[in-house]
């Protein structure tokens, strides 16, 4: 069961230019295209007469063609052209549209009641589109449910264990951990003080010796249901944060279905932001740490769990699940919110 009325992201917003994007998102089939205005559209992606994918058609102007019988749609999902017979177009003939716009250079969705489609209910992340910053972005499509991919970067000590060859470091930890909501935003937030620093976070220091102690930090921001800030960084020990080398991430976690996950995430970096040799060691980093070291994880635990919702199987919880659990809470209460109001 997922969330209508709220924002999901759809994709980069490069994604659509020139051509049309199809992604399942909440177990909804879309797809997404431009308007000449450069407006983004984004339709279901099933035409109402053979149920064929409108993503296999093409698009001219602000229309879209189905490919397979030539009904063309507009941008509000009303059937402008039936190329059949008189060219009388049936009253059935809609797709249905859903509200889509671009914001922090990322396109977003929303599938639940139009009028409530409020853009600025998506939470911060400007420092995407900071012209002062250096970004690297990268996706992956996870074969596990998003809750599982949350509770995940929520809890901040599996990078001693997953991580191990990035993240090391005794001071992490032992690193203190606190947790805090505000409404139904969470934090995680973890403060390692007066450490060695993690073999990621050494290359964010010029000249970093590998022994003189440092202050590190990874603060997690999570909003509802899958958006997620990532603050993270490392100064010498007891000077000021903005003396460090800091980062942001945006890990933004779309559900597919029930048992799939659309993961995008864009590292934003105030340190070495004309060093193409950094570029390329966080592009290392999401690849391994990522890709073959979290996804292969989260993709066992979901096997094991079958289709069964994680919480229901009584898991036992350590102090460290605090921040997950509070985020299930939130997104279970605005499901029932969702369905006392019908939807």
């Known amino acids: 069961m997922f969330l209508r009325n709220t924002w999901y992201m759809a994709g980069w917003s490069g994604e659509i230019d020139g051509r049309m994007l199809a992604r399942r998102i909440a177990d909804t089939p879309l797809v997404f295209y431009r308007r000449e205005d450069g407006r983004p559209v984004a339709l279901h992606d099933r035409c109402p007469h053979r149920f064929a994918p409108l993503s296999r058609g093409r698009v001219e102007g602000d229309v879209v063609e189905c490919g397979y019988h030539g009904l063309r749609f507009d941008g509000s999902g009303k059937c402008v052209g039936n190329p059949h017979g008189d060219g009388r177009i049936p009253q059935a003939a809609q797709v249905r549209a859903f509200p889509a716009i671009e914001k922090y250079t990322l396109l977003w969705v929303w ?36 809750l599982l991919e949350t ?10 264990f997953v991580h191990t060859n990035f993240h090391s470091s005794e001071a992490i930890l032992k690193g203190r951990h606190e947790v ?29 010796d590998g022994r003189s102690p440092v202050d590190q930090w990874l603060d997690m921001r999570w909003d509802p249901p899958c958006l ?77 769990m079958g289709t069964a919702d994680l919480m229901s199987l009584k898991p036992v919880l350590l102090p460290i699940d605090t921040a997950a659990v509070r985020a299930r809470r939130v997104v279970g209460q605005l499901l029932e919110e969702e369905a006392g109001r019908g939807g």
């Open 180 to 208: 805090r909501q505000d409404g139904r935003t969470v934090h995680s937030n973890l403060w390692c003080p007066d450490g060695e620093a993690s073999p990621m976070f050494a290359k964010r220091l010029p000249g970093y």
């Open 228 to 304: 997620l800030r990532l603050d993270t960084g490392v100064t010498p020990a007891g000077r000021p944060r903005e003396e460090g080398g800091q980062s942001f991430t945006a890990h933004i976690v779309t559900p597919e279905t029930e048992t799939s996950t659309h993961y995008f995430f864009a590292h934003s970096r105030n340190f070495r932001v004309a060093d193409e040799e950094m570029d390329r060691a966080i592009a290392h980093w999401q690849q391994v740490g990522f890709g073959q070291q979290d996804k292969p994880m989260l993709e066992a635990v979901q096997q094991a």
């Open 111 to 146: 599938l639940g009641e139009p009028a409530l489609a409020d853009a600025s209910a998506i939470p911060d992340f400007s420092f995407l589109d900071d012209p002062a910053r250096r970004r690297v972005d990268g996706y992956l499509h996870v074969r596990a449910n998003y």
């Open 151 to 160: 509770d995940n970067l929520l809890d901040l000590s599996h990078t001693q």
